[in-house]
């Protein structure tokens, strides 16, 4: 009953969506891309983890506005940005030893969100974490480009299943995040 719950409550906050010409227009617990970080959080309590081989951004991650739907989010911010505007906002869902139920509720959002976005290009992207370099981490992603034009934004459907070295720092989780199309390429370009 709890999973049912879960996948209700997670699908209804897609609702909104549907009419979303803007990456602004999509939100996670309230915050969008954009926004200042410094409207949520203090300088102080901001702690910049430079995550990537490349110092450009920073991640930030907060178990501060946990909720039913999430059990943490994490932030991208440009490294020299003080003004602290969210380039990149993820929703954490942590599925520690239950990794088939993260793929399962990944699929159910995955259709929701195919039939709410059909003029979105839908992409699946699956394979090996970069960050591991045994090969034993893979992520399986789901990514809709909500202006298939110019691909400046998108949103992103992930299950993270870590090695098991790995599992003990990340957690496997399910992540629902959206990127403007310049943090997108930093990941896929200069960020491992």
């Known amino acids: 009953m709890k999973k049912i719950l ?27 891309i954009g926004d200042s970080l410094l409207d949520y959080y203090s300088e102080d309590e901001i702690k910049k983890n430079f995550f990537y081989k490349s110092k450009k951004y920073f991640s930030f991650s907060s178990t501060k506005y946990s909720s039913k739907n999430y059990d943490g989010l994490q932030f991208h911010i440009k490294s020299n940005d003080n003004t602290y505007k969210i380039v990149a906002i993820e929703g954490i869902k942590l599925f520690v030893d239950k990794f088939n139920e993260c793929k399962d509720l990944k699929q159910i959002i995955v259709n929701q969100l195919s039939s709410m976005f059909i003029n979105a290009e839908k992409r699946q992207q699956d394979g090996n974490h970069t960050f ?20 400046f934004s998108s949103i992103k459907v992930t299950c993270f299943d870590w090695s098991e070295k790995l599992e003990k720092r990340f957690g496997d989780k399910l ?18």
């Open 6 to 32: 879960l996948i209700v409550i997670l699908i209804l906050s897609f609702q909104t969506l549907a009419n979303a010409d803007n990456i602004k227009d999509f939100e996670i617990e309230g915050i969008t």
């Open 132 to 151: 591991d370099t045994t090969g034993n981490s893979k992520f399986y992603s789901t990514l809709f480009y909500l202006n298939p034009n110019n691909k």
């Open 175 to 192: 992540s629902i995040s959206i990127h403007t199309q310049p943090f997108q390429t930093f990941m896929a370009e200069e960020a491992y």
